[in-house]
């Protein structure tokens, strides 16, 4: 089935329709769910809810842009949502560290060990990070969907960057400890 198709059945709320738009998207958004996530059962629940808002709003959709994209957004909204209401961001104004890219020069480590280290951060430098690395927001999007200041936006980024670069920097160090 064309996704016109499915778009303008699920808009009818033909209840196949949305099992196969479930199917055909819901691992991509799964993993979604678990970078903004702090658990896997957490992922679990923000993807359904995230589905939930999208059979329910899918008539707002206007066929303008790519419809992926548009659910993209409302999966991310979904999970920024658990966050917003909480104070989990050190409000910084202008003072943040310099932005540091961080160097991986071990081929070796596999995409699941950089999403569990990610997963392990803090939830206001995983949150930032995921939106800006990965996901491309700028810092001006991120402080409107986090009600958080540009500033505060820039220092938890680099501190998600500085903090995964000492966790991958251990991970080396005990890999050549144990001769491996």
């Not at 055909?24 to 939930?52: H, M, N, T």
């Not at 700028?138 to 995964?164: D, V």
Request: hydrophobic share 35%; charged share 30%.
């Amino acid at each position: 089935m064309s996704i016109e198709n499915l778009i303008l059945k699920c808009k009818q709320q033909d209840k196949k329709a949305q099992e196969i738009l479930y199917r055909r998207y819901s691992p991509k958004f799964f993993v979604l769910c678990l970078k903004y996530s702090s658990s896997y059962e957490q992922a679990k629940d923000s993807l359904q809810d995230g589905f939930i808002k999208i059979f329910q709003n899918i008539s707002k959709y206007t066929e303008k842009g790519s419809f992926e994209g548009w659910m993209t957004r409302v999966i991310i909204n979904n999970a920024l949502r658990e966050y917003q209401n909480k104070t989990v961001f050190t409000k910084i104004e202008d003072d943040y560290f310099e932005e540091a890219e961080i160097e991986i020069e071990d081929e070796e480590l596999s995409f699941d060990f950089l999403m569990n280290l990610i997963q392990k951060l803090p939830d206001q430098y995983r949150l930032v990070f995921n939106l800006y690395a990965m996901d491309g927001y700028s810092h001006k999007e991120i402080s409107k969907l986090l009600n958080i200041s540009i500033g505060t936006s820039k220092s938890n980024l680099a501190r998600a960057r500085k903090k995964l670069q000492e966790n991958i920097e251990s991970y080396k160090l005990d890999k050549m400890k144990l001769g491996l």
